[in-house]
């Protein structure tokens, strides 16, 4: 399984950044996938996730309202529309897949494949 990030950058506070990241793979067809950040000198936390066999979708708490997980399942990827950015939205966002595509996990260790991970900068 292979995951690649892409649309991180450097945004100004209130702007926008639109998230893909394109899995390939035999397996990856059914995994579960989500979206996870790490900033600096903190721990990764969940962002969101996406039922990848379904129409729901989870969030943290920071990020509900704002931004919105989507998928093109024809095309294995996901991705995340982030508006009305903060600074504290600065981080590398990684996506994550693994287990049932059934299921939307908002835990780490319940994925097995990663990705490197977009760095997102935003600016006061």
């Known amino acids: 399984v292979q995951l690649v990030e892409s649309g991180g950058g450097l945004v100004q506070a209130g702007g926008s950044l639109r998230l893909s990241c394109a899995a390939s793979g035999e397996t990856v067809r059914t995994y579960a996938r989500g979206w996870f950040r790490q900033a600096p000198g903190k721990e990764r936390e969940f962002v969101a996730a996406i039922a990848w066999f379904g129409t729901t979708a989870r969030y943290a708490d920071s990020v509900k309202g704002r931004f919105t997980i989507s998928k093109d399942n024809a095309k294995e990827t996901m991705y995340l529309e982030m508006n009305s950015l903060k600074p504290e939205d600065t981080a590398v966002y990684y996506c994550?897949?693994?287990?049932?595509?059934?299921?939307?996990?908002?835990?780490?260790?319940?994925?097995?494949?990663w990705g490197k991970g977009t760095l997102v900068t935003i600016s006061s």
């Open positions: 994550a897949a693994g287990g049932g595509g059934q299921n939307m996990y908002d835990t780490a260790e319940e994925y097995t494949d």
